[in-house]
């Protein structure tokens, strides 16, 4: 089967790193950097020793901006939330294989809510976790550091199994996207997307570029592509 080349590399930034109290204003700099769609950090204290917000939060910001929604729901149960998140305005709502015993019905309660479901695995799970359920997602994320927290190291010894969820997507036939999340920025975005990933969420590369937003987007795009050549 020749494997069909994933398609160009995407910038989703976290906002996690935003100033909460200019929130809008945030995700307005953010669209008009450039990016392809915005990811809210959504954390319970539970699956994660973080607390962020909820889709109140994200709902007030739909009509600040255009640019598509993703929630990446670091909660236990997500079951329980994640409609929620689909009526706040994500398109696409993205919940971890280990936060509920019942991945192939937690999924299925974000595409009953119209949304497109996604799955996130940790550092530690295995890319099998997600093998029986890839019928159900649009979006595959391989976490590149422990979530909970912004401007962590990267994990590089998670390119060899970025290199296996490729290989799983492929043998799939569908196009599903594969996303890394955690410590990408100018100088490990390459060794990521060499590995095949397609979507790239960064914070701290983002918002700590001296040079603005719209260069570290279009800087990281660049790497990105790079890479793959
Ligand atoms: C972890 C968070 C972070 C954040 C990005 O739970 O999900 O990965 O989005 O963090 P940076 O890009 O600052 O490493």
Redesign the pocket.
Known sequence: MTATPPPAPRIVP?V??ADFSRFGEACQALEKAGVDRL?F?V?DGRF?P?LTFGADVIASLRSWVDIPFEA?L?IEEPDLLAPAFVQAGCELVIIHAEATRHLHRSLGVIRDAGGRAAVAINPATPVEAVANVLDLVDLVLV?T?N??????A?IATMEPKIRRMRTLIEESGRAIDLEV?????PATIAGASAAGADVF??????FRDPEGLEHAVSDLRRRAVEARA
Request: aromatic content about 6%; hydrophobic content about 40%.
């Open positions: 976290s996690l790193p990811q950090d954390m994660v973080n990446h670091m976490m550091v979530p909970g927290f912004g401007g962590q990267y999340d955690g410590g990408i920025g969420i960064a914070g701290t590369a983002l």
